[in-house]
Nanobody, 115 residues
């Protein structure tokens, strides 16, 4: 059974940094596209950043220049380095990954940025 487990969320002051990690288990090869979505209270879930197995990346305009996504295929782990965090970044962050034509999601990790 494929599972994604996130870690690294928490409370940080505006201008601070956090690093999220997401490790996949139950797979026999590297996952396909992986990345992060987020959902703030009362808002729809939105894509934050994605990365292909080959390393191509994409970002939401709101995080470009502040967030960096990376992955280590041998560990089936994807990371999200978040810098210059702002209160608008407060949300539950969900990791996702594609595998064998299915999309899998983590349970979510809370990121709270205080002003």
């Amino acid at each position: 059974q494929v599972q994604l487990v996130e870690s690294g969320g928490g409370l940080v002051q505006a201008g601070g940094s956090l690093r999220l990690s997401c490790a996949a288990s139950g797979v026999t090869r590297s996952m396909d596209g992986m990345g992060w979505y987020r959902q703030a209270p009362g808002k729809q879930r939105e894509l934050v950043a994605g990365i292909s197995r080959a390393g191509s990346t994409k970002y939401a305009d709101s995080v470009k220049g502040r967030f960096t996504i990376s992955r280590v295929n041998a560990k089936n782990t994807v990371y999200l380095e978040m810098k210059t965090l702002q209160p608008d970044d407060t949300a539950v962050y969900y990791c996702y990954g594609g595998y064998e034509s299915e999309n899998y999601w983590g349970q979510g990790t809370q990121v709270t940025v205080s002003s």
